[in-house]
């Protein structure tokens, strides 16, 4: 399964709207190359476009910044749930 695993078929993910498989694909993708600025673009981007950390980037450490990232999930999940 990890050799189907590429960039391609991470970008078809996010098009049709599947973040979480286009997110699983992209962090193994940058486990094996974590310089691949392709990759870290990507997973910043989606990260944005869902309101979730980027493991590219550390997760938030004070109880504040926590907050925000977790009022930002539940905005996207409410708006998934709308549809």
Known sequence: ???LMTKTLADVYL???HYQEAYKILKTLLERDPSDKEVQEKL??????TG???PVEPFPRSPEERME????WLANI????KG
């Not at 990232?69 to 930002?72: G, H, S, T």
């Not at 409410?78 to 749930?81: M, N």
């Open 1 to 3: 399964m990890d050799r």
């Open 15 to 17: 098009r049709q709207g």
């Open 44 to 49: 910043r981007a989606l990260s944005e476009k």
């Open 52 to 54: 979730t950390p980027s």
């Open 69 to 72: 990232v977790l009022k930002r």
């Open 78 to 81: 409410r708006e998934r749930k």
